[in-house]
């Protein structure tokens, strides 16, 4: 009896992580299009931003960016920190060349949205006449 408990309670954590792994997904499409209307009206549109693109959605998309940009850069730092420390040697194997190109790749984007974010800071004002 105890044993169906557990496979109950495991099943029904198993099923929330997934859950939470398609909303993920699909905030992740919201956040295309966003970046396409932005796109868009910067692409051609010489009005003050509306919509999507206007400062009560804009603000806080680049604070979420911004904040998962540094989480995302610590926790990289942070895993290699441990990695190579002398005490985690003797219990740990390499990491293998794919889990160091996945590293890299978090750092590389995390990077390119910094740079980009700090564009996007820098010229909006001037695109959209903004004092």
């Not at 549109?45 to 850069?73: K, Q, S």
């Not at 160091?100 to 790749?105: A, D, F, G, K, V």
Request: net charge positive; hydrophobic share 55%; with cysteine.
């Amino acid at each position: 009896m105890k044993k169906s408990w557990i496979v109950l309670w495991g099943s029904f954590v198993f099923a929330l992580l997934q859950s939470v792994c398609t909303a993920v997904i699909a905030i992740s499409g919201i956040r295309v299009v966003i970046g396409f209307s932005a796109l868009a009206a910067a692409a051609g549109l010489h009005v003050p931003a509306r919509g999507f693109h206007g400062d009560h959605i804009r603000i806080p998309m680049m604070l979420l960016a911004l904040a998962g940009a540094l989480i995302n850069l610590y926790v990289v730092w942070r895993v290699r920190r441990l990695r190579h420390r002398p005490a985690s040697q003797w219990r740990q194997t390499p990491a293998s060349a794919a889990k160091l190109r996945s590293e890299n790749l978090q750092i590389g984007l995390s990077l390119l949205t910094l740079v980009l974010l700090a564009a996007e800071s820098m010229t909006h004002p001037m695109i959209h006449r903004v004092p």
